[in-house]
């Protein structure tokens, strides 16, 4: 009997994939539990539909990624903190502080993720890397100066 499954199930298959399985694995455990719908034309229908409206919204998204990469990538920002006489710093620059400025300056999903994820913690300029998880990646430079 072919299911659409409604979620993810261990061995069988992941959301919104179409399964063959065994009638009675399906009636008595995949539909009793809400897991899975049996495969007719309505349903696959609406499902393609659904698929469609997916993939074209996370290619919207992924454009829109791309864009915000495009003016972040090669972007010098520039972080105070204070310092000893010597040169030593008082604090650091956590990862949080650098997206939250991109955020704020080219209007970035806050979804991203930096690389490294250690605070900078000595002066002068740092490479960054800020990466979505569409798989897009934009490199910056944190520039820490005495403040």
Do not use: C
């Amino acid at each position: 009997m072919k299911v659409l499954l409604v979620a993810d199930v261990r061995g069988v298959g992941r959301r919104g994939e179409i399964k063959e399985v065994a009638e009675g694995y399906a009636r008595n455990f995949l539909i009793a539990r809400k897991l899975a719908v049996p495969a007719t034309g309505g349903t696959l229908s609406g499902h393609q539909s659904h698929a469609n409206q997916v993939a074209a919204n996370a290619a919207a998204r992924i454009e829109k990624v791309r864009a915000i990469a495009e003016k972040v990538s090669g972007a010098t920002l520039t972080f105070f903190l204070r310092t000893d006489a010597s040169g030593t710093t008082f604090g650091s620059v956590k990862a949080d502080e650098i997206l939250r400025q991109v955020a704020d300056e080219y209007g970035m999903s806050p979804d991203a993720v930096l690389e490294p994820k250690q605070p900078l913690k000595t002066t002068g300029d740092h490479a960054v890397v800020v990466s979505w998880k569409e798989g897009v990646r934009a490199k910056l430079t944190a520039r820490v100066q005495p403040q």
